[in-house]
């Protein structure tokens, strides 16, 4: 078992690499375990405009570098390994990782969330023949194409008009009459002579050959149902935190948010959650970052708490 770690920190999105730079200057050893990429949901998000420090537009990869160089210089280590699994032992985390397994006395949880499904016939189907959850990543594929965008947050709003910039026509369906996006976003959007917005609205189903070639959609209200022409659907209904590798420690049942006090600290002592899979976050990059520093900070106090205590050998 591996023991040359003081923190572990489970993710490699804003929040762990936020994390990763307060510990490493800390002088505390730091690996982050990251299974896929790091940046996380950032590195699809193409608009970010409300990310302090930077009055003009920056994208999530740019971003993502920016902090993951930051995180390097101080000495952060990170390992593309998957996380399979959380115990505890005496106090002591046991981390499973694919490819060893790890023991700190602090972790610091910061597994972010994977795109909620629409869960409609077709959608698995067409998974990468025209269904996206990434505009930033396949939006390219869509030049002079027609569209759909389904949701009506912040996501479906940003990427729909980051989507005008390829596609010839972007239709944002939502299935209420009321947005919860950001005003300036859906001010911005409005004003696009590419959106075409459609309220009241479900999608039933996504359908094509080959490819996505429509969708079916029914209006909520009138339960009119339409074949909506296109060859892109692209699905922004939220997100599902990994919580999946913690079996039953903290959660009854996998998909839910772990709970946290102040100091991001859980339910066990030295075990922090971060950013999209705490409950109660706000789901912000600038409140992930900040989530990730407060967890780093409480870190530190408590592996000093626990020298002192000789609970800690180094
Ligand atoms: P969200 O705010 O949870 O919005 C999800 C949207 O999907 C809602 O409009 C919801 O409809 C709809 N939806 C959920 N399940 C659905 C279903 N089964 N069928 C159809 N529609 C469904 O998620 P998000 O847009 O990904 O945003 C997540 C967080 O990230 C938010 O806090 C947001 O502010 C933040 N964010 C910020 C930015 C930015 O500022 N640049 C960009 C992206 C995200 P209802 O409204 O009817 O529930």
Same mark, same amino acid.
């Given at each position: 078992?591996n023991k040359?770690?003081?923190v572990?920190?489970?993710?490699?999105?804003p929040?762990a690499?936020?994390?990763?730079?307060y510990?490493c200057?800390?002088?505390l050893k730091t690996?982050?375990?990251e299974?896929?990429?790091?940046?996380?949901q950032?590195?699809?998000?193409e608009l /970010?405009?409300n990310?302090p420090? =930077?009055?003009?537009?920056?994208?999530g !990869?740019d $971003?993502?570098?920016r902090m #993951?160089a930051?995180?390097?210089?101080f000495g952060a280590?990170?390992r593309?390994?998957?996380?399979l699994k959380?115990?505890?032992?005496?106090?002591l985390?046991?981390?499973t990782?694919?490819?060893?397994?790890?023991a700190s006395h602090?972790?610091i949880?910061a597994?972010?969330?994977?795109p909620?499904?629409?869960?409609?016939?077709?959608?698995?189907?067409?998974?990468g023949?025209?269904?996206?959850y990434?505009?930033?990543?396949?939006?390219a594929?869509?030049?002079?194409?027609?569209?759909v965008v389904?949701?009506?947050g912040?996501?479906?709003i940003t990427e729909?008009i980051?989507?005008?910039?390829?596609?010839?026509?972007?239709?944002?369906?939502?299935r209420?009459?009321e947005?919860r996006?950001?005003k /300036?976003?859906?001010?911005e959007a =409005?004003s696009?002579?590419?959106i075409k !917005?459609? $309220?009241d609205?479900v999608? #039933?189903s996504?359908?094509g050959t080959e490819?996505?070639?429509g969708?079916?959609?029914?209006n909520?209200?009138?339960k009119?149902?339409k074949?909506?022409p296109?060859?892109?659907?692209?699905?922004f209904v939220?997100?599902v935190p990994n919580?999946?590798f913690?079996?039953n420690?903290?959660?009854v049942?996998t998909?839910?948010?772990i709970e946290?006090?102040?100091?991001?600290?859980?339910?066990i002592?030295?075990?922090?959650a971060?950013?999209d899979?705490?409950?109660?976050s706000y789901r912000q990059?600038a409140?992930?970052?900040?989530e990730?520093?407060?967890a780093?900070i409480?870190s530190?106090?408590k592996?000093?708490?626990?020298k002192?205590?000789?609970k800690v050998?180094?």
């Amino acid at each position: 078992m591996n023991k040359d770690y003081d923190v572990i920190i489970v993710g490699g999105g804003p929040a762990a690499l936020a994390a990763a730079v307060y510990t490493c200057r800390a002088l505390l050893k730091t690996v982050i375990f990251e299974k896929k990429y790091l940046g996380g949901q950032l590195v699809g998000t193409e608009l /970010i405009e409300n990310y302090p420090g =930077f009055p003009e537009v920056i994208s999530g !990869v740019d $971003l993502t570098q920016r902090m #993951e160089a930051q995180a390097k210089r101080f000495g952060a280590e990170i390992r593309y390994e998957e996380v399979l699994k959380l115990g505890i032992e005496n106090g002591l985390k046991i981390v499973t990782t694919d490819a060893n397994t790890y023991a700190s006395h602090a972790v610091i949880l910061a597994a972010g969330a994977d795109p909620k499904k629409l869960d409609v016939p077709g959608e698995k189907e067409f998974y990468g023949k025209g269904v996206s959850y990434c505009a930033t990543c396949d939006g390219a594929f869509f030049r002079d194409k027609d569209v759909v965008v389904i949701g009506g947050g912040d996501s479906a709003i940003t990427e729909g008009i980051f989507l005008t910039k390829y596609a010839k026509t972007v239709q944002i369906i939502h299935r209420r009459n009321e947005f919860r996006a950001t005003k /300036i976003y859906l001010d911005e959007a =409005f004003s696009n002579p590419k959106i075409k !917005v459609t $309220l009241d609205t479900v999608i #039933e189903s996504i359908h094509g050959t080959e490819k996505v070639e429509g969708v079916v959609t029914q209006n909520v209200l009138t339960k009119e149902k339409k074949d909506i022409p296109c060859q892109g659907v692209f699905i922004f209904v939220g997100s599902v935190p990994n919580t999946g590798f913690l079996g039953n420690l903290l959660c009854v049942d996998t998909g839910c948010h772990i709970e946290t006090n102040i100091h991001m600290e859980t339910a066990i002592e030295g075990l922090y959650a971060v950013g999209d899979i705490r409950k109660n976050s706000y789901r912000q990059i600038a409140t992930a970052v900040g989530e990730g520093v407060t967890a780093a900070i409480a870190s530190e106090h408590k592996l000093a708490e626990l020298k002192a205590l000789s609970k800690v050998k180094k």
